[in-house]
């Protein structure tokens, strides 16, 4: 069956970066878009950024660009996301999402906590 395994996240300063992996297996996953989403606490899911089948094209909610950066490695079923300067707000559960179409798959999510 399909699965995405999220992993990466912790405890950061503010200021500080995480790398958040997300490994894909049951799908063929160089057919799929990923993308990242994040749940604040007592807040609804958003699109934190999104990337392209081949990884030539992304995207990111403005309150990330520039600090974020979403990557992916088709021969290792891998996306990534690498966040820097970590602020207080990005605080979340973060989900990697795969979509092709009316396929449509979720990880478990990692705790990204950032704080002093």
């Known amino acids: 069956q399909v699965q995405l395994v999220e992993s990466g996240g912790g405890l950061v300063q503010p200021g500080g970066s995480l790398r958040l992996s997300c490994a894909a297996s049951g799908l063929t996953f160089s057919r799929y878009a990923m993308n990242w989403h994040r749940q604040p606490p007592g807040k609804g899911r958003e699109l934190v950024a999104a990337i392209t089948r081949a990884g030539d094209s992304s995207i990111y909610a403005d309150s990330v660009k520039g600090r974020f950066t979403i990557s992916r490695d088709n021969a290792d079923n891998t996306v990534y996301l690498q966040m820097n300067n970590l602020k207080p707000e990005d605080t979340a559960v973060y989900f990697c999402?795969?979509?092709?179409?009316?396929?449509?798959?979720w990880g478990q999510g990692t705790q990204v906590t950032v704080s002093s």
């Open positions: 999402q795969a979509v092709n179409g009316k396929d449509n798959y």
